[in-house]
């Protein structure tokens, strides 16, 4: 009998004790932005992406799934809630699916001369509308030089929350019209003005992906606002207030902060 209590108290789940200290120092080191928060923000992440390491589903494709792996998904995802109580932690996207590399899957086609095809399409993340969100590891690991401010985690949340309204045309849940017209007026402008400088193949902040649509514009602008917040304020100044609202948020002030 004694032997089974003690199976059973060990098979209980445990309280959620604090966030393991190990994650902050996992966090300052491998993301641009955990250090530069203040303290409450970077206690209140860290809680947040606690939480969602518990309830989501995290699968490896062709990768075993670490802790590690784990608390730089969390911590990045959770950043783009610290100021967004009232959406919960990505509700329509319980499983994260972490590929070892990019990823695809092989479309059958048939070609304008009639002849089948065979199309291999190469995604290094995606995020499904009430399903999964995909990414490649090989993206996320490779060093922040490498990655000139683009963010896979935030640009594939971003459209997490982008889905939350039950549209994904580039524009998350806001609180009144007027916010949603502003919002229309600024970003279809900053994507007119993408499409332009894409075509004529000048350099832009963006990430030209973003021309693509209104739903990869709004993920390409998230991961420029958190990763290179002082130049989006600098040359997209309006579209920078859209997402400071948004976001409730405002990473340009306190980049800019001595740490
Ligand atoms: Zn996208």
Known sequence: MKLLRRILDALRPKAAGPPPAAWADLLAARTTFFARLPDPQREELLRLAQRFIATKRFWGNGIAVTEEMKVVVAGTACLLLLGLPQHG?????????????????????????????????????????????????STIDAPPAHRRGRNLIL?????????????????????????????????????????????????????????????????????????????????????????ATFYGQDPASTAERPV
Do not use: K, M
């Open 155 to 243: 640009h594939e949340y971003a459209h997490a929350l982008d889905f939350l309204n039950g549209l994904i045309d580039g524009t998350p849940p806001l609180e009144t019209r007027q916010r949603a017209a502003e919002w229309a007026r600024v970003f279809s402008g900053e994507l007119q003005r993408l499409r332009a400088a894409a075509d004529a193949g000048q350099p832009t902040l963006l990430d030209p992906y973003g021309a693509t649509n209104p739903a990869e514009l709004f993920a390409v602008a998230t991961e420029c606002f958190f990763e290179q917040p002082v130049e989006l304020r600098r040359r997209h100044a309006e579209l920078y207030a859209q997402l």
């Open 89 to 137: 932690l990505f509700p329509r996207n319980p499983d994260v699916i972490i590929h070892a590399r990019d990823f695809g899957q092989v479309v059958q086609a048939v070609g304008p001369d009639g002849q089948r095809y065979e199309i291999r399409e190469s995604n290094l993340g995606q995020a499904i509308y009430r399903g999964p969100i995909r990414l490649a590891w």
